[in-house]
């Protein structure tokens, strides 16, 4: 009966947001800290908003600015709304939450669930399995617990000796058998929130770091004749508490084995997941074959059967199937038509499309330019600005002069165009379909169809310049070398 109602019960959700951080030694507050390519605080964010509360809320404090806007970008991602508390002194998780009390205003009977924000590795699923616990039990209160081999720095769950749930006490309160114990609280919890907010009045700061607890609110629910519940997740690494750099690297190692693991679930080669980094929000097509440390970010998405050579980095990139990337290439906001080939050592800057087929081999920087079907840029080459046709063969070290220090202008070659070794594109400049350019030029001007344009200063061959200037040479060196030994008997002949 009481389960029945409680499922009707509007779900809310509050982030704890407003801690510095201290263990990071780091100027920027903890929530800020990126994994995966995204704020740690954006992660639990977006697993809040899976269980699509009916309010989403966090309160923050340090940074607020900032980490306001991480939450809200977050948030808006996962198309949800959120508000905002604010905490303006750190007295501990129960104050922190106690400041979120305007945000329910009205509510009625809720269930208000409640996520410290370092938690960045926490599913959605196992957030929906701690709720669905939480309203089968009938508790007061939830806590979401582990086992841990390592529980230093944790509150640590108390149970009587029949095994129910008791407490939650810190690891800077705990006696030395207390520390031994290796359950942990996890630091997500589930509540009434109206009996949450009667016993948090009830909490006190007499403990070692003179704050006022969250958990402690347990102890005060008993007392009640309320429930409290201790829920048992068996995957400790999921509910790592982030709270120094060690503790940040070990979650971003996780983030990207987690989702390596699913990709390669899909059918997705990589080579060795352990040093390739696939951000969440990347996809990839089967049989595409991932080497070893590339990195693939953002909005990223690779096609099937592509490769993505050893240290590419791609960051909101689409990649068509079938594509190839040799080793070492930097992509960012970028378009690779199917069949590509790139690399190795391309660097393809905002704003370049290539269409399908398209190679741009070695040391070759495109921004900006679009390279149409089956068009080459295989060696050594600047393309800025550029709007260049179907079928043309850019020839190695060929640059466009986009810039004339005020402004930047555009190239534009048509199809079938091909450009000569060493030549420079001064734009704004067009050449027209099926145009030549000879190598070493430099166009300042149209150069009208199937025309071949060349600026060449005449060759002038001097026969016989070598043999004339090692001959020089010779002598003047024969001159220099001259024995010392006979200048002297010349000097002692003449003396006699
Ligand atoms: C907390 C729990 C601990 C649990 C651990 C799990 C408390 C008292 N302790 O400890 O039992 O094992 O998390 O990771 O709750 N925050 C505020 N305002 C404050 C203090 C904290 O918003 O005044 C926020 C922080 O930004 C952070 C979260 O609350 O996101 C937890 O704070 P933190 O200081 O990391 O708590 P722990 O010592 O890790
Ligand atoms: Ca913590």
Same mark, same amino acid.
């Given at each position: /009966? ?26 920027? %507050? ?48 996962? &198309?949800?709304? =959120? ?5 303006? @002194? ?31 590795? %926490? ?6 399995? /701690? ?6 039990? &009938? ?169 993505? &050579? ?8 689409? =990649? ?15 378009? %690779? ?23 741009? #081999? ?34 190695? &070290? ?33 050449? @027209?379909?099926?145009?030549? =350019?000879?190598? #070493? ?5 149209? =150069? ?49």
């Amino acid at each position: /009966m009481a389960s029945a109602k409680r499922k009707d019960e509007p779900l809310f959700a509050l982030i704890l947001a407003a801690g510095q951080g201290k263990r990071m030694r780091s100027g920027r %507050i903890k929530m800020l800290h990126a994994l995966g390519g995204a704020p740690m605080v954006g992660h639990v964010v977006k697993a809040a908003a899976a269980l699509s509360p009916q309010r989403l809320a966090a309160v923050v404090g340090n940074q607020a600015e900032a980490v306001t806007g991480a939450i809200e970008a977050a948030a808006d991602g996962a &198309g949800a709304g =959120v508000r905002f508390a604010r905490q303006e @002194r750190q007295l501990g998780t129960g104050h922190a939450v106690l400041m979120s009390e305007p945000l329910w205003k009205g509510a009625g009977k809720a269930t208000l669930m409640i996520l410290n924000g370092d938690v960045p590795l %926490i599913r959605p699923e196992t957030l929906r399995r /701690m709720l669905e616990h939480h309203r089968r039990a &009938g508790a007061a209160v939830t806590v979401l617990t582990t086992r841990v081999a390592r529980p230093a720095g944790y509150g640590r769950v108390v149970r009587d000796t029949s095994g129910s749930f008791q407490a939650i006490v810190e690891d800077r309160d705990a006696t030395p058998a207390q520390k031994r114990l290796d359950e942990i609280n996890a630091g997500l919890y589930c509540a009434d929130l109206e009996a949450l907010f009667s016993a948090l009045r009830k909490t006190g700061r007499d403990n070692a770091q003179g704050e006022q607890y969250l958990p402690d609110v347990v102890p005060i629910l008993l007392r009640q004749g309320l429930k409290a519940e201790a829920f048992l997740h068996d995957d400790a690494e999921e509910v790592l508490g982030v709270n120094d750099r060690a503790e940040l690297a070990r979650a971003g190692k996780t983030l990207y084995r987690r989702r390596a693991e699913e990709l390669m679930a899909s059918g997705v080669t990589i080579v060795d997941p352990s040093i390739t980094y696939i951000e969440p929000g990347v996809t990839v097509g089967p049989d595409t074959v991932i080497h070893p440390l590339a990195r693939l970010e953002g909005r990223t998405a690779v096609g099937a059967g592509c490769v993505i &050579g050893a240290l590419c980095r791609l960051t909101d990139t689409t =990649v068509g199937d079938g594509a190839v990337l040799l080793d070492l290439c930097v992509a960012s906001e970028s378009v %690779i038509g199917p069949g590509a080939k790139v690399g190795p050592l391309a660097h393809l800057r905002p704003g370049t499309v290539l269409d399908e087929g398209v190679h741009i #081999g070695n040391f070759v920087e495109v921004k900006k330019s679009r390279l149409g079907k089956g068009s080459k840029a295989n060696h050594l080459s600047y393309l800025g600005d550029a709007v260049i046709g179907r079928g043309c063969n850019i020839g190695a &070290g060929t640059i466009t002069c986009n810039y004339d220090g005020v402004a930047k202008h555009q190239t534009i070659l048509e199809d079938e165009v091909f450009i000569g070794s060493d030549t420079q594109l001064v734009a704004p400049v067009r050449v @027209r379909r099926g145009a030549y =350019v000879g190598a #070493g030029s430099t166009i300042t001007k149209e =150069v009208p169809e199937y025309a071949l344009a060349l600026t060449r200063a005449e060759l002038r061959v001097i026969k016989d310049w070598v043999r004339r200037k090692q001959e020089e040479r010779k002598a003047a060196s024969a001159a220099k070398a001259a024995p010392p030994a006979a200048a002297a008997g010349r000097r002692s002949r003449r003396k006699s």
